[in-house]
């Protein structure tokens, strides 16, 4: 364990962003918190980590906007010097047919997955320069590397990850930053819950392993990925086998 050291998880009040801060407090790492609406539900989790003792802060902002993730990196600089460890999770998920959407609901989804991604990596890269050191680890998707019906843009946004992450890791390798990404598959978490009883049985009936992935095992890959050390620009498929 090593206390000196932090983790910045993006949309982590709920599901697989918690999971992956529980996991990082659990090995004793300075813990930032954020989101963009469960404000409450986040801030009942900074309690709760705060009573194990673990150093934590929080931050209710959109990581899509640029200005305003400069705050919360001004704040995690002055906090704890800056973030060693980023973990880009925030994004959302839409489903329907490509030829009746929008242009506004290509460029929400866009922003929220992939410009989010964009904007805390610049945000945290110059702090890890100067320490020559440093892990950025980006949430793909099955669907970014297999693509998805009815998740067209969706799947696009998490292919853009993948492929930033394997540049992104060429461009920062010499500098001692590690880049990767994990594309899980089918997470047992709120994003999903809007599939009938029916869709979420057809789906299981597809994996290999027969259930659903749960939000723990994701956090126990990103940890993972995060302490190995000649691990670098590589998207790892976490989805019991279907790909």
Same mark, same amino acid.
């Given at each position: 364990?090593?206390?000196?050291?932090?983790?910045?998880?993006?949309?982590?009040?709920?599901?697989?962003?918690?999971?992956?801060?529980?996991?990082?407090?659990?090995?004793?790492?300075?813990?930032?918190?954020?989101?963009?609406?469960?404000?409450?539900?986040?801030?009942?989790?900074?309690?709760?980590?705060?009573?194990?003792?673990?150093?934590?802060?929080?931050?209710?902002?959109?990581?899509?906007?640029?200005?305003?993730?400069?705050?919360?990196?001004?704040?995690?600089?002055?906090?704890?010097?800056?973030?060693?460890?980023?973990?880009?999770?925030?994004?959302?998920?839409?489903?329907?047919?490509?030829?009746?959407?929008?242009?506004?609901?290509?460029?929400?989804?866009?922003?929220?997955?992939?410009?989010?991604?964009?904007?805390?990596?610049?945000?945290?890269?110059?702090?890890?320069?100067?320490?020559?050191?440093?892990?950025?680890?980006?949430?793909? $998707?099955?669907?970014?590397?297999? +693509?998805? *019906?009815?998740?067209? #843009?969706?799947?696009?946004?998490? %292919? &853009? @990850?993948?492929?930033?992450?394997? $540049?992104?890791?060429?461009?920062? +390798?010499? *500098?001692?930053?590690? #880049?990767?990404?994990?594309?899980? %598959? &089918? @997470?047992?978490?709120?994003?999903?819950?809007?599939?009938?009883?029916?869709?979420?049985?057809?789906?299981?009936?597809?994996?290999?392993?027969?259930?659903?992935?749960?939000?723990?095992?994701?956090?126990?890959?990103?940890?993972?990925?995060?302490?190995?050390?000649?691990?670098?620009?590589?998207?790892?498929?976490?989805?019991?086998?279907?790909?």
């Amino acid at each position: 364990m090593n206390p000196q050291k932090t983790v910045l998880v993006t949309g982590s009040s709920r599901g697989i962003g918690k999971a992956i801060a529980a996991k990082f407090a659990e090995e004793g790492y300075n813990i930032v918190l954020n989101c963009i609406k469960n404000f409450d539900m986040m801030h009942e989790f900074e309690k709760e980590l705060k009573s194990k003792g673990v150093n934590c802060i929080s931050f209710g902002l959109d990581v899509s906007d640029y200005v305003k993730c400069k705050k919360m990196f001004d704040g995690i600089k002055t906090n704890f010097g800056g973030a060693d460890i980023v973990i880009n999770n925030a994004g959302i998920l839409n489903y329907g047919l490509f030829n009746t959407s929008a242009p506004s609901e290509w460029e929400y989804l866009m922003k929220n997955n992939f410009f989010s991604v964009l904007n805390c990596s610049h945000l945290a890269i110059p702090y890890m320069l100067q320490k020559r050191e440093g892990v950025i680890i980006n949430l793909s $998707s099955i669907y970014g590397v297999a +693509g998805a *019906s009815c998740e067209a #843009v969706y799947s696009a946004s998490k %292919g &853009a @990850i993948s492929l930033f992450t394997k $540049s992104l890791a060429k461009e920062l +390798g010499p *500098s001692g930053i590690r #880049v990767n990404a994990v594309a899980p %598959g &089918a @997470i047992d978490t709120d994003m999903i819950a809007y599939f009938s009883k029916e869709e979420r049985a057809a789906i299981e009936d597809e994996i290999p392993l027969s259930r659903y992935g749960q939000p723990h095992e994701v956090a126990d890959m990103v940890y993972a990925m995060s302490q190995n050390t000649y691990l670098n620009g590589q998207t790892i498929l976490l989805d019991g086998g279907v790909y």
